[in-house]
């Protein structure tokens, strides 16, 4: 198994620009969870998917960004127009099955700068 | 609410002796437990988790953690450090509330590890 899979790992941009960032679940896996990692605020949930459907998109920073999963092996994550302030590494990851138990599998991430 | 408090933001020992993370938790009920390891530049990788079954669980690469009720702790050990150990460890809570879908991250403990 390849694993989650994050596409792209590096994105520079400038301000104002639009920004789409790209994950590919584990095959089988039927939970998505999209996450971003900074320095002062750590990680966070942005929001998850369960079969394709967003269950909790409470962590959501702003109407700027929003998060689509058109199938079970897709998702994306945009921002836009992008800020400076949103400059950090994105995460994905993906689970099998509801329990307190399983494991969430992390992707290896997308770096994003705003300039 | 469930929480998590990593006790030390950066840890640093000599290769070949012991580590110890410190981790203590706070919630109302049988906590999901688990530790993850995030090394640069990488995704999150888990390393053990607490299931109930067993107070002292055993993870990847050496590393166990014991679970303490009465010190509401989790505590991460290894008896002996390697230079592959150092990177950023992770202790997480799953959240009830979120039907254990969410996971609550502490803000991390940097391992160094020096020859």
């Known amino acids: 198994d390849a694993g989650v899979i994050q596409s792209p790992r590096h994105e520079v941009t400038e301000m104002g620009q639009e920004v789409t960032l790209r994950c590919k679940p584990i095959?089988?896996?039927?939970?998505l969870f999209w996450y971003r990692q900074t320095m002062m605020r750590g990680l966070e949930l942005l929001i998850y998917?369960?079969?394709?459907?967003?269950?909790?998109d409470s962590g959501m920073p702003e109407d700027r960004f929003s998060a689509k999963m058109p199938n079970a092996s897709f998702s994306t994550l945009k921002i836009q127009p992008s800020e400076p302030r949103d400059s950090a590494v994105y995460f994905c990851?993906?689970?099998?099955?509801?329990?307190?138990?399983?494991?969430?599998?992390f992707g290896p991430g997308t770096r994003l700068t705003v300039l | 609410a469930q929480s998590v408090t990593q006790l030390d933001s950066h840890v640093s020992v000599s290769e070949g002796t012991p580590v110890l993370l410190r981790c203590n938790y706070s919630?109302?009920?049988?906590?999901?437990l688990f530790w993850y390891v995030q090394h640069p530049n990488k995704g999150l990788q888990l390393l053990l988790k607490?299931?109930?079954?067993?107070?002292l669980v055993k993870g990847i690469n050496g590393f166990e953690a014991e679970f303490k009720k009465s010190e509401t702790s989790f505590h991460l050990t290894k008896p002996s450090a390697h230079m592959s150990d150092a990177a950023e460890y992770f202790c997480?809570?799953?959240?009830?509330?979120?039907?254990?879908?969410?996971?609550?991250f502490g803000a991390g403990t940097r391992l160094a590890v020096h020859p």
């Open positions: 997480v809570v799953s959240d009830l509330s979120g039907g254990y879908n969410k996971l609550i």
């Open positions: 607490y299931t109930s079954a067993a107070t």
């Open positions: 990851a993906s689970k099998r099955g509801q329990g307190p138990y399983n494991e969430q599998f």
């Open positions: 919630s109302s009920y049988s906590p999901s």
């Open positions: 998917f369960n079969n394709n459907v967003p269950i909790d």
């Open positions: 095959s089988g896996h039927d939970y």
